[in-house]
């Protein structure tokens, strides 16, 4: 049996060339008492829960892959906190390249659901995934399992009137790419799907004549040449020396801003975040170097429905702010996201 599914999952590598293999709900195998109540289910011979056999196969199964064939991952949608599952298999992990991030996708799927008045009261709701971002090499999963079983297209999800909703979305897209892990988004998001996703339908290609589902689809393409264009996006995206907070505290005003870092200093970039629709006028933010700083990346543009909203000029001063000995005075427009550099 063993031979037989690791031979399938060769199969799809070696004749579809596909890119790699999702492995879906790990911890129905690792565990022998998922889902079972008491009297279901047998311990294994050390007298605990823990399936050693299908353990025993994940990893045989991740070594076949990575020696066989380069250039590809596994990823484990894997829901406990289950240790090591993308560790390599000679010091004790599951040997996945990628984990599902769980936790952080239904924090932030809860958060972005609120009206942006009460959002104030859950910033912990946005924050709290960096306690544990480093501890597995996660994916953020915006996947088919949250567009369907009446849980709404991601755009429906989002509070507010018809601006505010796109606003919203394009926020959550800028975000996810600013965090570390890398990223999953689901067919049909990239360009504001209305309706929920029916595998019995085509996707609603039609909406993309309508300026704010096109305007999503161009910030989406943006963000993927960014993603690939700046290094402290990717090269550091598992590692917390890749991270670090400017202000996390300033629920009041629904604010985060954090550095991502890659190998060189001079590519660090600075993400500013505003989780309301109210402009954010004359907010200092602390930098690290007293360079000047330029808009990268602004999801208030107006190529991608936004107000248009921009910060054309960025003089850093020698003003103390957020433990920096220089900070910047910044206009963040609403429901948006900025990445300087």
Known sequence: VRAFLISNALFWLEQYHADGLRVDAVASMLYLDYSREEGEWEP???????????ISFLKELNETVYTNF????????????????????????LGFGMKW?????????????????????????????????????????FSHDE??????????RMPGDEWQRFANLRLLFGYMYTHPGTNLLFMGAEFGQSSEWNFQESLDWHL????????????VKELNRIYKGYPALYE????????????????????????????????????VCNFTPIPRK????????????????????????????????????????????????????????????
């Open 101 to 141: 991030m769980m936790g952080w996708m239904h924090d932030t799927l809860e958060y972005f659901k609120k009206e942006p008045i009460y959002r104030r009261h859950h910033q912990n709701d946005l924050t709290f995934s960096m306690t544990y971002t480093f501890t597995e090499n996660f994916m953020l999963p």
């Open 70 to 93: 380069s250039g590809v991952q596994t990823i484990a949608e894997e829901s406990t906190s289950f240790s090591m599952v993308t560790r390599p298999v000679d010091i004790g992990g």
């Open 147 to 156: 567009v369907v079983h009446g849980k709404q297209s991601l755009l429906y």
């Open 236 to 271: 550091k995206q598992f590692s917390p020396e890749g991270f670090h907070w400017i202000d996390y505290g300033d629920a009041e005003n629904s604010v985060l801003s954090y550095i991502r870092k890659g190998h060189n200093t001079k590519n660090d970039l600075i993400v």
């Open 44 to 54: 294994n011979i050390y007298g605990n829960n823990e399936n050693l056999e299908a």
């Open 208 to 219: 993309l004549q309508y300026d704010f589902h096109s305007g999503v689809q161009n910030m």
């Open 282 to 341: 004359e907010y200092r933010i602390g930098v690290p170097k007293s360079k000047a700083l330029k808009e990268v990346f602004n999801s208030d543009d107006t190529e991608y429905g936004g107000s248009g909203m921009q910060n054309k000029t960025l003089k850093v001063t020698k003003t103390p702010a957020h433990g920096h000995k220089q900070s910047v005075v910044l206009t963040i427009p609403p429901l948006a996201v900025l990445i300087l550099q």
